[in-house]
């Protein structure tokens, strides 16, 4: 591996706006559509790395502000960089910490210059700047970095919205400048503007002159309901250069996933598969099973016959019931699998339609087998 190889973008097919493609990089390909796996703390909750690698993950996900906080960046750096640290030795994204600095922490004060705030661990004051957050991501040796912004939750007035995405274009040039030149490392843009088509124009535009390796949208799935991020989706994706990835960020569900990349999103992350995994829901073909519901302490048939995961080929709904109210370490293990083995199975399902020119039938096939199975209450 050299890292002086630049990380790049190949678009292999388009069916409509759905598109494939390659992004390279010195630690290997990642294949788009893309979902990546949260590990927010240098672990995916209750995965080993080569079991997340085994569902077809690529990518993985790490959090700028968590890290930061615990274990700290510069403890990471010196044990070896993140990669070594968590044993993962694929492509990392990490977010810029803005988000999180947005809904986790206490007493945040806001300035041109960057955040001051309180961490919800121990209560210990920090700040975060464009400037720190670059120098965080290069401690942690991050392949995709991503420009620190601002994130307002939605609704919010037009006003707020567009006082939020101009400081996040500033923000953004800074970004750009601490980041420098770095071969084999990659950033990112971050449009914002809310609901707003004409504020996500002039982000967009803030972005491409800057010019970015790719480009994520932001400020959606933050409270405003599908039709509206679908809505915004209809035209954000298209204000954003054709030949660099587009990221949209922390999205989600396996219905908003498929709109996504419809929408011509490369793209994606949540915790969801994982979260979900640990409460006893799960993501199947014919719909959403809670184990934890009666129903299923007798049912001797795997979670999904169509599932290749260690969940599905080698335990039955009983076991998992079982160990899921015993409250055994092994349910948030295996439930885990399961969800993050049927999300890269949607993105590698998507990449061979987009790539033969079925897509359409591919998703009237994901919509009709999902609304003829059950939705368990939890």
């Known amino acids: 591996m050299t890292m002086t190889q630049r990380i790049s ?180 843009g971050i449009q914002q503007g809310g609901l707003e088509q004409d504020m996500r124009e002039e982000s967009a535009k803030a972005l491409r002159d800057i010019e970015f390796d790719g480009y994520a949208i932001g400020g959606l799935a933050v409270g405003e309901g599908q039709d509206a991020m679908f809505g915004c989706l209809d035209y954000a994706p298209d204000m954003l250069p054709v030949d660099r990835p587009r990221y949209l960020m922390g999205v989600g569900k396996p219905d908003d996933i498929v709109g996504a990349v419809k929408r011509g999103v490369d793209m994606m992350d949540c915790v969801l598969p994982s979260r979900s995994g640990r409460t006893g829901q799960l993501f199947t073909r014919n719909g959403v099973l809670n184990i934890k519901n009666a129903r299923h302490q007798d049912d001797p048939r795997p979670i999904d016959e169509k599932c290749s995961c260690p969940a599905c080929t080698k335990y039955s709904r009983a076991y998992l019931h079982h160990v899921f109210k015993s409250q055994e370490m092994i349910s948030g293990m295996l439930l885990t699998w399961h969800n993050l083995q049927y999300f890269q199975d949607i993105m590698q399902g998507m990449r061979d339609a987009i790539a033969t020119g079925t897509f359409d039938a591919w998703e009237s096939d994901f919509h009709s087998t999902r609304a003829q199975g059950d939705i368990e209450p939890l």
């Not at 390909?29 to 085994?54: L, N, Q, W, Y």
């Open 9 to 188: 973008f190949k678009l292999n097919a388009t069916d409509g706006k759905a598109r494939t493609g390659v992004i390279s990089t010195p630690r290997g390909d990642i294949r788009t559509p893309a979902f990546m796996p949260v590990g927010t703390a240098a672990t995916v909750k209750a995965m080993m790395p080569e079991s997340v690698r085994s569902t077809g993950a690529d990518i993985l996900l790490g959090n700028t502000y968590h890290l930061m906080l615990r274990p700290t960046a510069e403890r990471i750096n010196r044990l070896g960089g993140l990669h070594q640290f968590m044993n993962w030795d694929r492509p990392i994204l990490t977010d810029s910490g803005g988000f999180q600095v947005m809904s986790l922490s206490d007493l945040r004060k806001l300035t041109e210059h960057g955040v001051t705030f309180k961490s919800h661990i121990d209560g210990s004051r920090h700040e975060l700047t464009p400037e720190r957050s670059m120098e965080i991501q290069k401690l942690l040796g991050s392949d995709i970095v991503m420009c620190f912004d601002e994130c307002p939750a939605l609704p919010a007035d037009r006003k707020r919205i567009a006082e939020s995405m101009r400081m996040s274009m500033r923000w953004a040039q800074r970004s750009r400048d601490a980041f420098g030149d770095r071969p084999g490392h990659a950033l990112f």
